[in-house]
């Protein structure tokens, strides 16, 4: 069982396509892991293992070609997303009993790609900020010190995958919840285009603000889980159609960037100096492998009045629930739906104007390099009692999304990006690097981030058990 936790996703598929390993022996390592680590770190706080076998026996009834992409790996998902006969509760109160009548297209079409469903990741409540607590559950815990922040929201998802109860994992990303806590925790995050992975659409159905992505321990295995998400589902009017391009097989293909840009802030500071430190020594080691590597961002002044704003829109549509639970609301909800409902039109016009500029920068910017590096989050893991990060590096933050800009610029201009770990700070907290393409350029985002990765040799410093 330890032999299987500590192996990759990709060795655990061809494990599963020679028959050498099956889907029920995934399951059994997987439960028994779970019992071992999670009471350190709260992940996984619902888990269906039962569902789960139940449906392995279906999928290994079936010949091996017709088992998909996954052959059988077992997936968590975060506690945003619908599972059929499962508890979810949007790590809200609010729905701390609701058991899901259906699953959302993001869950249906995994399980069709040979995805095995076995719990659910948790998360701040409706994904609301990046530090992973709630009322339902409670706090997860960063492995490397479980006095610290596992960041968010896809923060559940990270963890198990730090601490092996995982080998690859669903997360979402709106202002970096796939990206923050793979930097916090030491694994590897990726934001998607926008209508690259399918999912079941909210009150506004053509949003390219949040999108579903993966997450795994190292660039391969994301490419893997990646391959069973991308393709078109009619009931997401924004998803795109798969082109038929492999992920997996673009991580490999080793390709490098000719000509890079690192910058230490995207010109939205602060970022805190041991950080900014780490990504430009890691960007710097490229050189000795003939990359031309460049300090430059493009002009993203914007990004906080743009992201305050659209985001303040997206959260207008929980009216509803603003007037029926207040008391049941955390503040930070509460705060974000107020605002949202006192936007006026000029503002959000103004956003949107914003948001168009910024993109058409960073396609003109893209002309000219390969790819952009940066810091994911502009601090190491910060303590559990804190809610968010109020100030860095000297300088005060307003609100609990101020500190998450940097991750916020890439969303607006509708990049693809991935964190991968670049180093350790001086307390051997892992700190993350954002690897930003162009939108729809996650082939070559992958093949990019595999071959850094492969430069800074931090592709395979998870699984660990958790320290306090």
């Given at each position: 069982?330890?032999?299987?936790?500590?192996?990759?996703?990709?060795?655990?598929?061809e494990g599963?396509?020679?028959?050498?390993?099956?889907?029920?022996?995934?399951?059994?390592?997987l439960?028994?892991?779970?019992?071992?680590?999670?009471?350190?770190?709260?992940?996984?706080?619902?888990?269906?293992?039962?569902?789960?076998?139940?449906?392995?026996?279906?999928?290994?009834?079936?010949?091996?070609?017709?088992?998909?992409?996954?052959?059988?790996?077992?997936?968590?998902?975060?506690?945003?997303?619908?599972?059929?006969?499962?508890r979810?509760?949007?790590?809200s109160?609010?729905?701390?009993?609701?058991?899901?009548?259906?699953?959302?297209?993001?869950?249906?079409?995994?399980?069709?790609?040979?995805?095995?469903?076995?719990?659910?990741?948790?998360?701040?409540e409706?994904?609301?900020?990046?530090?992973?607590?709630n009322?339902?559950?409670?706090?997860?815990?960063?492995?490397?010190?479980t006095?610290?922040?596992?960041?968010?929201?896809?923060?559940?998802a990270?963890?198990?995958?730090?601490?092996?109860?995982?080998?690859?994992?669903?997360?979402?990303?709106?202002?970096?919840?796939?990206?923050?806590p793979?930097?916090f925790?030491?694994?590897?995050?990726?934001?998607?285009?926008?209508?690259?992975?399918?999912?079941?659409?909210?009150?506004?159905?053509?949003?390219?603000?949040?999108v579903?992505?993966?997450?795994?321990?190292?660039?391969?295995?994301?490419?893997?889980?990646?391959?069973?998400?991308?393709?078109?589902?009619?009931?997401?009017?924004?998803?795109?159609?798969?082109?038929?391009t492999?992920?997996?097989?673009?991580?490999?293909?080793?390709?490098?960037?000719?000509r890079?840009?690192?910058?230490?802030?995207?010109?939205?500071?602060?970022v805190?100096?041991?950080?900014?430190?780490?990504?430009?020594?890691?960007?710097r080691?490229?050189?000795?492998?003939?990359?031309?590597?460049?300090?430059a961002?493009?002009?993203?002044?914007?990004?906080?009045?743009?992201?305050?704003?659209l985001?303040?829109?997206?959260?207008a549509?929980?009216?509803p629930?603003?007037?029926?639970?207040?008391?049941?609301?955390?503040?930070?909800v509460?705060?974000?739906?107020?605002?949202?409902?006192?936007?006026?039109?000029?503002?959000?016009a103004?956003?949107?104007?914003?948001?168009?500029?910024?993109?058409?920068?960073?396609?003109?910017?893209?002309?000219h390099?390969d790819?952009?590096?940066?810091?994911?989050?502009?601090?190491?893991?910060?303590?559990?009692?804190?809610?968010?990060?109020?100030?860095?590096?000297?300088?005060?933050?307003?609100?609990?999304?101020?500190?998450?800009?940097?991750?916020?610029?890439?969303?607006?201009?509708?990049?693809?990006?991935?964190?991968?770990?670049?180093?350790?700070?001086?307390?051997?907290?892992?700190?993350?690097?954002?690897?930003?393409?162009p939108?729809?350029?996650?082939?070559?985002?992958?093949?990019?981030?595999?071959?850094?990765?492969q430069?800074?040799?931090?592709?395979?410093?998870?699984?660990?058990?958790?320290?306090?």
């Amino acid at each position: 069982m330890t032999d299987l936790i500590r192996m990759t996703a990709t060795a655990i598929v061809e494990g599963l396509k020679s028959g050498t390993i099956s889907p029920l022996d995934c399951l059994d390592a997987l439960e028994k892991r779970v019992a071992e680590v999670d009471g350190a770190v709260n992940a996984l706080p619902t888990r269906c293992f039962d569902r789960a076998r139940s449906e392995a026996r279906k999928l290994m009834q079936k010949p091996m070609a017709e088992r998909g992409v996954l052959a059988g790996m077992p997936v968590p998902i975060k506690d945003l997303a619908d599972v059929a006969g499962v508890r979810s509760t949007q790590g809200s109160p609010i729905f701390k009993d609701r058991i899901a009548e259906t699953s959302d297209l993001l869950v249906t079409h995994l399980e069709a790609n040979g995805g095995l469903i076995y719990a659910m990741s948790n998360t701040p409540e409706f994904g609301a900020g990046a530090h992973t607590f709630n009322e339902v559950f409670g706090i997860t815990r960063n492995p490397w010190n479980t006095r610290l922040s596992a960041s968010g929201s896809s923060g559940g998802a990270a963890v198990a995958l730090a601490t092996g109860m995982a080998w690859v994992a669903h997360g979402s990303d709106l202002g970096g919840s796939l990206r923050n806590p793979a930097s916090f925790c030491g694994v590897t995050g990726m934001r998607p285009s926008p209508g690259r992975v399918a999912a079941t659409p909210g009150a506004k159905i053509d949003s390219t603000l949040g999108v579903e992505g993966p997450m795994a321990r190292n660039v391969e295995d994301l490419a893997l889980l990646f391959d069973a998400m991308v393709g078109e589902e009619a009931a997401d009017p924004v998803s795109l159609p798969s082109d038929g391009t492999s992920y997996l097989k673009a991580a490999r293909s080793g390709w490098k960037p000719r000509r890079v840009a690192v910058s230490r802030d995207l010109g939205l500071p602060p970022v805190d100096p041991e950080v900014a430190g780490l990504v430009l020594a890691a960007a710097r080691k490229l050189e000795a492998e003939g990359v031309i590597v460049e300090e430059a961002h493009p002009d993203m002044s914007e990004t906080r009045e743009c992201a305050q704003t659209l985001r303040a829109l997206s959260y207008a549509n929980m009216k509803p629930l603003l007037d029926k639970h207040r008391d049941l609301l955390k503040p930070e909800v509460v705060w974000n739906i107020e605002k949202g409902l006192r936007l006026t039109g000029e503002e959000i016009a103004r956003a949107e104007a914003q948001r168009g500029e910024l993109f058409r920068r960073m396609r003109r910017f893209f002309g000219h390099y390969d790819l952009l590096l940066c810091p994911t989050t502009i601090v190491p893991p910060f303590p559990v009692e804190q809610r968010y990060v109020a100030e860095c590096d000297g300088v005060k933050l307003d609100s609990y999304v101020d500190w998450l800009m940097i991750v916020h610029a890439i969303t607006l201009a509708c990049c693809s990006a991935i964190s991968i770990p670049c180093g350790f700070t001086k307390t051997h907290l892992p700190v993350g690097l954002q690897v930003v393409a162009p939108g729809r350029g996650e082939a070559r985002l992958l093949a990019g981030a595999r071959f850094i990765e492969q430069v800074l040799g931090l592709g395979a410093i998870t699984p660990i058990d958790p320290r306090s």
